[in-house]
T-cell receptor, first 111, second 120 residues
Protein backbone atom coordinates (compact mmCIF):
# COMPACT_ATOMS: atom_id res chain seq x y z
CA UNK A 1 0.00 0.00 0.00
CA UNK A 2 1.13 3.51 -0.77
CA UNK A 3 1.59 5.52 2.41
CA UNK A 4 1.39 8.84 0.59
CA UNK A 5 -1.30 9.10 -2.08
CA UNK A 6 -0.50 11.85 -4.54
CA UNK A 7 -2.99 13.12 -7.10
CA UNK A 8 -3.38 13.71 -9.90
CA UNK A 9 -0.61 11.65 -11.47
CA UNK A 10 -0.65 13.64 -14.69
CA UNK A 11 -1.79 17.18 -15.37
CA UNK A 12 -1.67 19.00 -18.69
CA UNK A 13 -2.82 22.62 -18.64
CA UNK A 14 -2.50 25.88 -20.52
CA UNK A 15 -0.33 28.77 -19.42
CA UNK A 16 -2.19 31.03 -16.99
CA UNK A 17 -4.37 28.34 -15.44
CA UNK A 18 -4.37 27.47 -11.75
CA UNK A 19 -3.86 23.98 -10.38
CA UNK A 20 -3.70 22.05 -7.14
CA UNK A 21 -1.79 18.87 -6.35
CA UNK A 22 -2.80 16.79 -3.36
CA UNK A 23 -0.86 14.52 -1.08
CA UNK A 24 -2.93 12.45 1.35
CA UNK A 25 -2.29 9.81 3.96
CA UNK A 26 -4.04 8.01 6.78
CA UNK A 27 -0.86 8.38 8.83
CA UNK A 28 0.45 11.39 10.71
CA UNK A 29 3.64 12.93 9.41
CA UNK A 30 6.16 14.87 11.48
CA UNK A 31 7.04 16.87 8.37
CA UNK A 32 6.24 16.94 4.67
CA UNK A 33 8.41 18.14 1.85
CA UNK A 34 7.64 19.10 -1.73
CA UNK A 35 10.19 18.62 -4.49
CA UNK A 36 10.27 19.57 -8.15
CA UNK A 37 12.27 17.51 -10.58
CA UNK A 38 13.12 18.25 -14.21
CA UNK A 39 14.06 15.50 -16.68
CA UNK A 40 17.61 14.26 -16.14
CA UNK A 41 18.01 16.17 -12.90
CA UNK A 42 17.68 15.33 -9.22
CA UNK A 43 14.74 16.54 -7.13
CA UNK A 44 15.03 20.08 -5.82
CA UNK A 45 13.51 20.85 -2.45
CA UNK A 46 10.80 23.52 -2.69
CA UNK A 47 9.49 23.64 0.85
CA UNK A 48 9.23 21.78 4.14
CA UNK A 49 6.10 22.07 6.28
CA UNK A 50 6.19 21.01 9.88
CA UNK A 51 3.26 22.53 11.80
CA UNK A 52 -0.36 21.41 11.32
CA UNK A 53 -2.30 24.09 9.44
CA UNK A 54 0.88 25.72 8.21
CA UNK A 55 0.75 27.65 4.94
CA UNK A 56 3.90 28.62 3.07
CA UNK A 57 4.18 30.68 -0.10
CA UNK A 58 6.93 30.61 -2.67
CA UNK A 59 6.09 33.20 -5.35
CA UNK A 60 3.13 31.66 -7.23
CA UNK A 61 3.27 28.41 -5.24
CA UNK A 62 1.27 27.95 -2.05
CA UNK A 63 1.86 24.95 0.19
CA UNK A 64 -0.47 23.85 2.94
CA UNK A 65 -0.08 21.23 5.66
CA UNK A 66 -3.32 19.79 7.01
CA UNK A 67 -4.36 20.50 10.57
CA UNK A 68 -3.97 16.83 11.47
CA UNK A 69 -0.63 16.60 9.61
CA UNK A 70 -1.98 13.81 7.41
CA UNK A 71 -2.24 15.71 4.14
CA UNK A 72 -0.72 18.53 2.15
CA UNK A 73 -1.47 20.47 -0.99
CA UNK A 74 0.47 22.48 -3.53
CA UNK A 75 -1.38 25.21 -5.39
CA UNK A 76 0.14 26.98 -8.38
CA UNK A 77 -1.39 30.24 -9.54
CA UNK A 78 -1.12 31.35 -13.17
CA UNK A 79 1.04 28.41 -14.23
CA UNK A 80 3.89 29.06 -16.65
CA UNK A 81 5.73 26.70 -19.01
CA UNK A 82 8.71 26.91 -16.66
CA UNK A 83 6.61 25.17 -14.01
CA UNK A 84 6.65 21.99 -16.10
CA UNK A 85 8.16 19.08 -14.22
CA UNK A 86 7.58 16.20 -11.84
CA UNK A 87 6.31 17.33 -8.44
CA UNK A 88 6.96 14.96 -5.57
CA UNK A 89 5.62 15.08 -2.06
CA UNK A 90 7.58 13.25 0.59
CA UNK A 91 7.49 13.06 4.33
CA UNK A 92 8.56 11.44 7.54
CA UNK A 93 5.79 9.42 9.19
CA UNK A 94 5.78 10.14 12.90
CA UNK A 95 8.32 7.93 14.65
CA UNK A 96 10.15 7.00 11.47
CA UNK A 97 13.35 8.43 10.03
CA UNK A 98 12.93 7.18 6.45
CA UNK A 99 11.61 9.63 3.87
CA UNK A 100 8.48 8.30 2.17
CA UNK A 101 7.63 9.50 -1.34
CA UNK A 102 4.35 9.89 -3.15
CA UNK A 103 4.14 8.62 -6.73
CA UNK A 104 4.57 12.10 -8.13
CA UNK A 105 2.57 14.44 -10.34
CA UNK A 106 3.81 15.07 -13.86
CA UNK A 107 2.82 18.64 -14.77
CA UNK A 108 2.94 19.94 -18.33
CA UNK A 109 2.19 23.62 -18.90
CA UNK A 110 1.75 24.54 -22.54
CA UNK A 111 2.24 28.08 -23.87
CA UNK B 1 24.28 25.60 1.11
CA UNK B 2 23.28 21.92 1.28
CA UNK B 3 24.71 20.89 -2.07
CA UNK B 4 25.07 17.26 -3.07
CA UNK B 5 27.12 16.31 -6.10
CA UNK B 6 27.21 13.09 -8.09
CA UNK B 7 29.79 11.80 -10.49
CA UNK B 8 29.57 10.83 -13.24
CA UNK B 9 26.36 12.40 -14.54
CA UNK B 10 26.18 9.91 -17.38
CA UNK B 11 27.92 6.60 -17.94
CA UNK B 12 27.68 3.95 -20.61
CA UNK B 13 29.20 0.58 -19.89
CA UNK B 14 29.26 -2.86 -21.43
CA UNK B 15 27.32 -5.75 -19.99
CA UNK B 16 29.36 -7.62 -17.37
CA UNK B 17 31.49 -4.69 -16.28
CA UNK B 18 31.25 -2.74 -13.02
CA UNK B 19 30.48 0.92 -12.60
CA UNK B 20 31.13 3.16 -9.60
CA UNK B 21 29.04 6.24 -8.85
CA UNK B 22 30.20 8.80 -6.31
CA UNK B 23 28.01 10.98 -4.12
CA UNK B 24 29.44 13.88 -2.15
CA UNK B 25 27.97 16.36 0.29
CA UNK B 26 29.85 19.55 -0.49
CA UNK B 27 29.08 21.89 2.38
CA UNK B 28 27.79 19.73 5.19
CA UNK B 29 28.50 16.46 6.87
CA UNK B 30 26.13 13.69 5.98
CA UNK B 31 25.63 11.18 8.74
CA UNK B 32 23.32 9.23 6.47
CA UNK B 33 23.19 8.88 2.69
CA UNK B 34 20.57 7.22 0.55
CA UNK B 35 20.60 5.68 -2.90
CA UNK B 36 17.52 5.75 -5.08
CA UNK B 37 16.61 4.39 -8.46
CA UNK B 38 14.13 6.11 -10.70
CA UNK B 39 12.32 4.91 -13.82
CA UNK B 40 11.03 7.40 -16.43
CA UNK B 41 8.25 9.64 -15.14
CA UNK B 42 8.05 7.64 -11.92
CA UNK B 43 8.81 8.46 -8.34
CA UNK B 44 12.01 7.56 -6.52
CA UNK B 45 12.52 4.03 -5.26
CA UNK B 46 14.78 3.70 -2.23
CA UNK B 47 17.48 1.09 -2.76
CA UNK B 48 19.57 1.39 0.37
CA UNK B 49 20.49 3.54 3.34
CA UNK B 50 24.07 3.94 4.46
CA UNK B 51 25.41 5.38 7.68
CA UNK B 52 29.00 6.54 7.81
CA UNK B 53 31.31 3.80 8.97
CA UNK B 54 28.75 1.01 9.00
CA UNK B 55 27.17 -1.43 6.56
CA UNK B 56 24.37 -0.25 4.33
CA UNK B 57 20.78 -1.33 4.92
CA UNK B 58 19.17 -2.56 1.73
CA UNK B 59 15.49 -2.42 0.86
CA UNK B 60 13.63 -5.61 0.13
CA UNK B 61 14.36 -6.94 -3.34
CA UNK B 62 17.64 -5.05 -3.79
CA UNK B 63 20.64 -7.34 -4.24
CA UNK B 64 23.37 -6.24 -1.86
CA UNK B 65 26.04 -8.18 -3.76
CA UNK B 66 25.11 -6.44 -6.97
CA UNK B 67 24.78 -2.91 -5.64
CA UNK B 68 27.76 -2.36 -3.35
CA UNK B 69 27.56 0.70 -1.16
CA UNK B 70 30.43 2.25 0.75
CA UNK B 71 30.11 5.27 3.05
CA UNK B 72 33.68 5.72 4.19
CA UNK B 73 33.47 9.35 5.25
CA UNK B 74 30.91 11.95 6.29
CA UNK B 75 31.04 13.53 2.83
CA UNK B 76 31.36 10.59 0.45
CA UNK B 77 29.30 7.54 -0.43
CA UNK B 78 29.80 5.30 -3.44
CA UNK B 79 27.50 2.92 -5.26
CA UNK B 80 29.12 0.22 -7.37
CA UNK B 81 26.94 -1.68 -9.81
CA UNK B 82 28.74 -4.99 -10.27
CA UNK B 83 28.44 -7.20 -13.34
CA UNK B 84 26.04 -4.74 -14.89
CA UNK B 85 23.25 -5.95 -17.17
CA UNK B 86 20.98 -3.96 -19.51
CA UNK B 87 18.15 -4.19 -16.98
CA UNK B 88 20.33 -2.19 -14.56
CA UNK B 89 20.08 0.78 -16.91
CA UNK B 90 18.34 3.51 -14.97
CA UNK B 91 18.64 6.91 -13.32
CA UNK B 92 20.39 6.61 -9.97
CA UNK B 93 20.05 9.41 -7.44
CA UNK B 94 21.82 9.82 -4.13
CA UNK B 95 20.62 11.87 -1.22
CA UNK B 96 22.34 13.09 1.91
CA UNK B 97 20.86 13.96 5.24
CA UNK B 98 22.10 16.59 7.63
CA UNK B 99 20.62 16.98 11.02
CA UNK B 100 18.42 20.07 11.03
CA UNK B 101 17.40 20.87 14.54
CA UNK B 102 14.74 23.28 13.40
CA UNK B 103 12.58 20.53 11.98
CA UNK B 104 10.26 18.49 14.14
CA UNK B 105 11.58 15.37 12.51
CA UNK B 106 15.16 16.45 12.99
CA UNK B 107 16.17 15.63 9.42
CA UNK B 108 16.22 17.24 6.01
CA UNK B 109 17.33 15.46 2.84
CA UNK B 110 19.11 16.93 -0.16
CA UNK B 111 19.42 15.22 -3.50
CA UNK B 112 22.20 14.92 -6.01
CA UNK B 113 21.67 15.63 -9.72
CA UNK B 114 21.52 11.95 -10.60
CA UNK B 115 23.54 9.56 -12.75
CA UNK B 116 22.15 8.11 -15.96
CA UNK B 117 23.51 4.58 -16.35
CA UNK B 118 23.18 2.81 -19.69
CA UNK B 119 24.36 -0.77 -19.98
CA UNK B 120 24.83 -2.02 -23.53
Amino acid sequence: TQLLEQSPQFLSIQEGENLTVYCNSSSVFSSLQWYRQEPGEGPVLLVTVVTGGEVKKLKRLTFQFGDARKDSSLHITAAQPGDTGLYLCAGYPSGYSTLTFGKGTMLLVSP
Amino acid sequence: GAVVSQHPSRVICKSGTSVKIECRSLDFQATTMFWYRQFPKKSLMLMATSNEGSKATYEQGVEKDKFLINHASLTLSTLTVTSAHPEDSSFYICSARDRNYKLAGGYEQYFGPGTRLTVT
